[in-house]
T-cell receptor, first 115, second 115 residues
């Protein structure tokens, strides 16, 4: 069955340190991969996506993610975390099935950046 | 440039009724996608429309339907409401769609409560 996993419910990191939010997937074929962020009371925002091409994708707010086909992962990274990065992060994967694409979301990882 | 707008922002309905939610994309955006967010099921993809055609559809029953008009505005309809349909319904717009390379912009959502 097609799936996407965010193995950590919460990630804590000190301000200024690098951060990683993990995402792994299990789909057949070539996936589309997405990261979204949900700030409290500010709705959902798109961060970045991988469709094809360069495995390293740069997105909004200094975030980037690397598509690793062999490890079926698409981890979100940032070199230096800010307190304002504290939010709920969702990974999503799109996959082809029966002539259409379906998109499924991970359960979310809460990132807490400590001052 | 105006952002994505969703109307109404809040809605209370009773079981068995039907509801129509509206999403107005950013001017020039031809793709509108819809999502459901609940505490129990998390984020789920409903469907994507592009230039008035449904491009992709998630795993929701036929009670959930949508359409897109020539001005790219989109509506989604839920018939015979159930308690489990209580959720935040989000829409997002983009120029090229989920399989394209551009950014999605989300609306603030419509919070539907079914009593």
């Amino acid at each position: 069955a097609q799936s996407v996993a965010q193995p950590e419910d919460q990630v804590n990191v000190a301000e200024g340190n690098p951060l990683t939010v993990k995402c792994t997937y299990s789909v057949s074929g070539n996936p589309y991969l997405f990261w979204y962020v949900q700030y409290p009371n500010r709705g959902l925002q798109f961060l970045l996506k991988y469709i094809t091409g360069d495995n390293l994708v740069k997105g909004s707010y200094g975030f980037e993610a690397e598509f690793n086909k062999s490890q079926t992962s698409f981890h979100l990274k940032k070199p230096s975390a800010l307190v304002s990065d504290s939010a709920l992060y969702f990974c999503a994967v799109g996959f082809a099935t029966s002539g259409t694409y379906k998109y499924i979301f991970g359960t979310g990882t809460r990132l807490k950046v400590l001052a | 440039k105006a952002g994505v707008t969703q109307t109404p922002r809040y809605l209370i309905k009773t079981r068995g009724q039907q509801v129509t939610l509206s999403c107005s994309p950013i001017s020039g955006h031809r793709s509108v996608s819809w999502y459901q967010q609940t505490p129990g099921q998390g984020l789920q993809f409903l469907f994507e429309y592009f230039s008035e055609t449904q491009r992709n559809k998630g795993n929701f029953p036929g009670r959930f339907s949508g359409r897109q008009f020539s001005n790219s505005r989109s509506e989604m309809n839920v018939s015979t409401l159930e308690l489990g349909d209580s959720a935040l319904y989000l829409c997002a717009s983009s120029v090229t769609g989920l399989a394209g390379t551009d950014t999605q912009y989300f609306g603030p959502g419509t919070r539907l409560t079914v009593l």
